[in-house]
């Protein structure tokens, strides 16, 4: 009978293993072939070798992108982009949802539900009003003509996230601090702050992705290529009559690499979040 269970156990952990494996393999095979596509040339890429390795490492696709397509610029500015919005929006957010969870004041379940109806309203909807408005106060085509509406767009997601987890904050905690002789503002950023880490890396993930690969606001917003984003200049290399997609690889890697950067530097901050959330809830 101990045989029997032992052998049950291991059929059940190799099993469990292929299972394990067979969904790292298909999460892991896209990254695989976007690296591989983008060391390609339009022959390999459209028949002769589209799964495998490359015949010849094209590195000179990395090279051109860098170089002669402007990738360097373009990813420059949506780091400026995304890191602007990401602490602007953390900031304000963290302090609109400790106001809203925390403050007791008769409007907040309205301006709570101002907030929440920002989700609910599509970025295309806002498109046309949000280029009339911008145009007329002069600041379409410029780098606020972005980060205005990115920032907006993101207050809302990081809002919810947050004022869930400020309701999960013991009252007690911030009783003690009023005692101890702390005002308000000694409280918020030296004693709720560091609780709320891993809300604040939650919402800040989900900013940056939004932010790095967004592309309907710049692709209209923003006219010059010197305020161009990552997304916008990949989708310049296609041309009219010819397009080299291993060059459009090799920018779509280079937009990648720091979005999975960001991943592992906060997955863990993430985890705590969900776990937090899950023990409260």
Sequence with gaps: MKGKKITSKKVNKITLLLILSLIAITQLFPLYWLITFS????????????????????????KTALTDGGILQYFLNSVFYSFVTVVVSGLFSAMAAYAIARMRWKLRGFV????????????????????????????????LGLLIPYISFALPMSIMILTGFYKGIPKEIEEAAYIDGSGIFRCFLEIILPIIKPA???????????????????????DSSTYRTLPVGIMSFAGQYSTDWGLIGAGMVIATLPTILIYFLLSNQVQQSLVAGAVKG
């Design 39 to 62: 060391l390609k040339s339009n022959v390999e890429i459209f028949g002769e070798n589209i799964i495998g390795l490359p015949k010849q490492f094209r590195w000179i696709n990395y």
């Design 112 to 143: 709570f539900g101002l907030f929440s109806l920002g989700i609910m309203i599509p970025t295309q909807a806002a498109l046309l009003p949000l280029f009339q408005v911008l145009d007329r106060l002069g600041l379409k085509g410029g780098y």
């Design 200 to 222: 604040i890396a939650t919402a800040s993930i989900f900013t940056f992705l939004g932010t790095w690969n967004e592309l309907m606001f710049a692709n209209t917003l923003v």
